[in-house]
């Protein structure tokens, strides 16, 4: 799961688009904008943030700018837990040449400090999208972890598995009726990529347009 291996997997199955959202963390998406400008491929820079609550949360930047300095704010939000090689393997980070180049310490699947209520103000600090993450899987998600949406919710769009549980998940919770849906491919290996199945509807395959369409209600 090198940087230049996602974007040329991605490129080989005929994906327009790809998002990278390491846990807690940025720091290889320099290298992962090298791997896109080689092979022409349009990109998210993005996190999948743990909230205080323990609940995923997609956060989507257009700028590689935007998604360093929103990875600064969130490292100094995490613990400090060192990561255990030996159970959780090793944090590796790479460089523009798709090469080891150091592994980061503190153990990135921690929970954080931010609460789910001040992520949808933090993301928009830097110009970014968030999406709670797989919304209806029963550990670390929004309505695994809590069991509602709160009412003070303001976000547009979340990510659900399968798609069919989505005209369900509108009716228990009115609040989705007014949201988009996103289902990814949520890949921890090349081969859980997905082909291109799955569509939207945008003017254009780029990062500008796909966080539009996310931040737009139905």
Partial sequence: MTPANIVGMAKIIGLDLIALTDHSTCKNCPAFAAAAQEYGMSVLFGMELTTAEEVHVLCYFSSLEDAISFDAYVYEQLPDIPNTPAFFGNQILYDENDRVCGTEEKLLISATSIPFSAVYDLTRRYHGVMVPAHINKSTTSLLGNLGFIPPD???????????????ALQEQYPYLKQCRMLSSSDAHDLNALQEPVRFLEVEEASAACILQYIQETT
């Fill in 153 to 167: 919710s303001r976000f547009t769009c979340a990510e659900v598995r399968n798609p069919a549980d989505w005209p």
